[in-house]
């Protein structure tokens, strides 16, 4: 509850261990034990009221929906001028919130959305209002009123964003009132805390660089080696680590402790012959316990859950339309190759990899780890590369796949030779996971390999790679880095964003240590909205409030990163572009409905995407039970 307030005129909440009041934008008492919301439905419903009464007063004395439909949309324009009266009080900054949160009103209440969305949040609204609950036509979660809790009260201009700011909230900031050196103190001082608060986040996610972590995985290093019979020298091998990646998901309960759940999971991934593989570099990036709770990304970017395994069980036979959740079909001109932009296109040589990744964007057709039969034909390659060579427009090719840098360096050397002699591609780009899952595979013979392509002046050779958490950040990866800077080429990572490196301040961690090691953050991905990996997925506010409180608190050469969605068959929608996106609708589970422009936007009339992401409310019921205190995120619901 707000400070100073008085107790909503509802029943208390029930005696549970575990609640949530959506007023402080959640969080009261969190259990570990309890992990998901226990919520009393009335409360919320009493909240949505007290959040903006006269809309709740508009909407209760509707007689019909189109009345109802009227009135509000007559507030929130009435509502809209009034901000700009020259005795509207309201700070500057809040009065922004409000502009905001009415376009997005007025979006979710226009027919046109409700159309094209079959679902009226107005009509469930206006029935709760009438005290009808029963007679609505879907019942609405706790997460769409907690959706309308916030937007009524940003409508109202009590979002509540600044409250910790008293300043702020009488007008002017202290510093502002003092002059030169006076004020440069106090302003610092306040930076000293920012600073202050940023490093507190920063030691809860170690990097694989810090001295603990480096002893204790030399530990596990010996470990496995010890169970393949390895020697100490075969661990700097590249080829000992190919020949001994982990296949079947039974032996890394060997090797590891993994929680029941999970282990059930890896032995139906096995009895399924899920595409599965761990390089065994990798799994020395796994604690040995999973109490220590650092390697949760490490683990979750290979160790299928049960879900996500009777997915790809079940829709197996089917999985090459089921699970091509990009349209890649629609977008693959020729065999081998995908195009979406004009300057660029995708050559796929290789369709596996060295470790499978579980929500790998191409899991509808990767068939096994390192599959002999995953190279191409080489009829198929020569014609893609000759679809390239007649195509003037083409500049710059991904080369990736699957995993390039697994081909041996003599198949490489012949592509990279046939691509080369192509006098209008300036850059090659060699799409790899390489530096994190093995990056022994750098040595300086292959290094020098890539290097021979590299020609200042005429073409670039650069190394794409993907790095989702500072865990995975080690002195081997570094060295394997700083092979290909040496050179002179540059190697950028495009990471994830999941809800294993989604927390406070987690992703400007993976930043600045990636800058430690060399490598330029170069795109951060929303999730696809692929079926079988929802879990992992992030809502889009999330994204844009870590875009706009975290990765911005770094120096400009760390947060160097876009955040996209790579929207189906259209290609990179630029998530901070606020034109090339809107919201539409909020469904009964709480879920935001997005309409996603094209990039080809004002070039081409290209349809728009419609996208329903995963609910607000359900990401923070996960972050919660992973022991975050949900206060650090409740202004997400003012990112649309
Ligand atoms: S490295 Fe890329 S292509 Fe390979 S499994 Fe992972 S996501 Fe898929």
């Not at 810090?210 to 496995?224: G, L, Q, T, Y």
């Not at 290979?302 to 996500?308: K, M, Q, R, T």
């Not at 290094?447 to 989702?468: C, N, Q």
């Not at 987690?506 to 090691?517: F, M, N, Q, Y």
Request: proline share 6%; glycine share 4%.
């Amino acid at each position: 509850m707000a400070k100073g307030k008085a107790a909503p005129a509802t029943k208390p909440l029930k005696p549970v261990s575990t609640t949530i009041v959506a007023d402080e934008v959640l969080t009261d008492v969190l259990e570990k034990e309890k992990p998901r919301f226990v919520v009393d439905y009335d409360y919320y419903l009493q909240l949505l009221w007290e959040a903006n009464p006269k809309l709740h007063q508009l909407l209760s004395e509707s007689d019909s929906l189109e009345d109802a439909r009227d009135s509000v949309f007559g507030y929130l324009e009435r509502t809209e001028r009034e901000l700009f009266e020259l005795d509207n009080e309201l700070h500057i900054l809040e009065k922004a919130t409000v502009r905001e949160a009415i376009r997005v009103f007025k979006s979710i209440i226009g027919p046109i959305n409700e159309k094209r969305t079959s679902m009226s949040a107005l009509d469930c609204l206006w029935r709760l209002a009438r005290g009808k609950r029963s007679k609505l036509k879907r019942d609405v979660s706790v997460g769409f009123l907690t959706e309308f809790v916030n937007l009524f009260r940003a409508v109202a201009g009590r979002s509540n964003i600044y409250r910790e700011h008293e300043e702020v909230k009488r007008g002017i900031p202290e510093f502002l009132r003092l002059e030169g050196r006076a004020a440069a103190v106090k302003r610092s001082e306040m930076l000293d805390d920012v600073a202050a608060m940023v490093h507190k986040y920063f030691t809860r996610y170690p990097s694989g660089l810090d001295k603990e972590v480096v002893a204790w995985r030399s530990e596990n290093r010996e470990r496995i080696l010890r169970f393949f019979g390895g020697k100490p020298e075969d661990w700097e091998d590249y080829r000992w680590h190919l020949e001994h990646v982990i296949t079947k998901p039974e032996t890394v309960l060997q090797l590891i402790e993994v929680p029941a759940e999970l282990r059930e999971a890896l032995r139906s991934a096995e009895k399924v012959r899920l595409p599965f593989g761990i390089t065994p570099y990798y799994l020395s990036l796994m604690d040995r316990n999973p109490a220590i709770g650092f390697d949760h990304a490490v683990r979750a970017q290979v160790l299928p859950p049960l879900d996500y395994v009777n997915a790809m069980a079940e829709h197996r036979k089917e999985r090459t339309s089921y699970f091509d959740f990009m349209g890649e079909h629609d977008t693959s001109p020729v065999d081998l190759i995908t195009r979406r932009y004009p300057l660029i296109c995708i050559l796929k040589p290789y369709n596996t990899c060295s470790q499978i990744c579980v929500y790998c964007q191409r899991n509808w057709e990767i068939d096994q780890c390192l599959d002999p039969k995953a190279l191409a034909p080489e009829e198929e390659v020569n014609a893609a590369i000759e679809w390239i060579a007649a195509r003037n427009g083409l500049g710059d090719i991904l080369v990736t796949g699957g995993d390039p840098a697994v081909t041996g360096d003599d198949y490489l050397e012949s592509l990279l030779d046939r691509l080369s002699a192509i006098d209008h591609i300036y850059r090659i780009r060699i799409g790899t996971r390489t530096p994190v899952v093995l990056p022994q595979r750098f040595t300086d013979k292959f290094s020098d390999l890539l290097a021979k392509y590299h020609k200042p002046g005429r073409r670039e050779i650069a190394v794409v790679t993907h790095f989702i958490h500072s865990y995975e950040i080690t002195p081997e990866a570094c060295e394997a880095v700083q092979k290909l800077k040496r050179r002179g080429m540059s190697v950028y990572n495009q990471q994830v964003y999941t809800v294993e490196n989604s927390r406070r301040f987690e992703s400007a961690k993976l930043r600045r240590d990636l800058r430690t090691i060399g490598v330029d953050p170069y795109y951060v991905f929303n999730m696809k909205g692929k079926r079988e990996t929802m879990r992992y997925m992030v809502p889009i506010a999330r994204i844009l409030q870590e875009r706009k409180e975290e990765a911005r608190l770094l120096p400009g050469l760390d947060r160097t990163d876009e955040p996209v969605f790579n929207v189906p068959k259209l290609g990179k929608n630029h998530l901070r572009a606020m034109q090339d996106h809107r919201l539409v609708m909020i469904m009964p589970d709480g879920s935001r409905v997005y309409e996603f422009h094209p990039w080809e936007k004002n070039l081409t009339p290209m349809p728009p995407y419609n996208y329903v992401d995963v609910p607000i409310y359900s990401y923070l019921e996960e972050m919660a039970a992973r022991g975050e205190n949900i206060q650090d995120y409740r202004t997400i619901w003012f990112y649309y």
